[in-house]
């Protein structure tokens, strides 16, 4: 099946360091979602690309797909002890009566040395 | 955070018996999703549900069933427990848009 491959799969930064996590796939990738589990939580939507090329920022985070669809990142400046967690994209896989069926990547773990 | 409860939160089993895990929603969303977490396998899609009584198949269903009798509760029942179902089951709701919430979780252990 459609598997999303991700790396690193753990990354220790300085507290101020950047950060960036990278989803890839053989082939080309229908919309991506991203989420964020803090240790010992749950997963928390971040957000959804769609558009070939396609940039969204939210503060400090910077999302990116590629131009041929076949990967995207994530990228954090300037990590801030908040940012502790694993990162996780998903593909939009396929719909069956308006259910979306995601495949998660492994996902990366971000720890910070403050 | 949507009103999502899982239960039990923890659970310790033996191989062979049955397990029913409950997800039960106050937001009255139509799609639930059933998932397991596992080291370096991120999440994976067990079972989904998208109406009373509609169900279907994810990717790792093998061992697992589903009912969904009413809007609120999706249950998972692992009809005889085995070690490699050890994992962290979450549930996840959506109503139709982009974003799937997900529940705080079970912590299943299967001896």
């Known amino acids: 099946g459609q598997q999303v491959m991700q790396i690193p799969q753990y990354q220790h930064v300085q507290e101020g360091e950047d950060f960036t996590t990278y989803c890839n796939s053989s082939?080309?990738?229908?919309?991506i979602q991203w989420y964020k589990q803090r240790p010992g939580g749950h997963p928390v939507f971040l957000i959804q690309?769609?558009?070939?090329?396609e940039v969204k920022k939210q503060k400090r985070l910077t999302f990116q797909f590629g131009e041929a669809k076949k990967n995207s990142s994530l990228h954090i400046t300037a990590t801030q002890t908040t940012d502790v967690g694993t990162y996780f994209c998903?593909?939009?896989?396929?719909?069956?009566?308006?259910?979306?069926?995601?495949?998660f990547g492994q996902g990366t773990r971000l720890t910070i040395n403050p | 955070d949507a009103g999502i409860t899982q239960s039990p939160r923890h659970k310790v089993t033996e191989t062979g018996t049955p397990v029913t895990l409950r997800c039960h929603q106050t937001?009255?969303?139509?799609?639930m999703y059933w998932y397991r977490q596992d080291p370096g396998h991120g999440l994976r899609l067990i079972h989904y549900?998208?109406?009373?009584?509609?169900?279907d198949k994810g990717e790792v269903s093998d061992g697992y069933s589903v009912s969904r009798s009413k809007t609120e509760d999706f249950l998972l029942t692992l009809e005889s427990a085995t070690s490699s179902q050890t994992s962290v089951y979450f549930c996840?709701?959506?109503?139709?848009?982009?974003?799937?919430?997900f529940g705080p979780g079970t912590r299943l252990t299967v001896l």
């Open positions: 996840a709701i959506s109503g139709g848009g982009v974003t799937q919430y």
């Open positions: 082939t080309t990738l229908s919309n």
């Open positions: 690309l769609v558009k070939s090329g």
């Open positions: 998903a593909e939009e896989n396929s719909h069956f009566q308006g259910a979306q069926k995601l495949v």
């Open positions: 937001e009255n969303h139509r799609y």
């Open positions: 549900s998208y109406g009373v009584k509609d169900t």
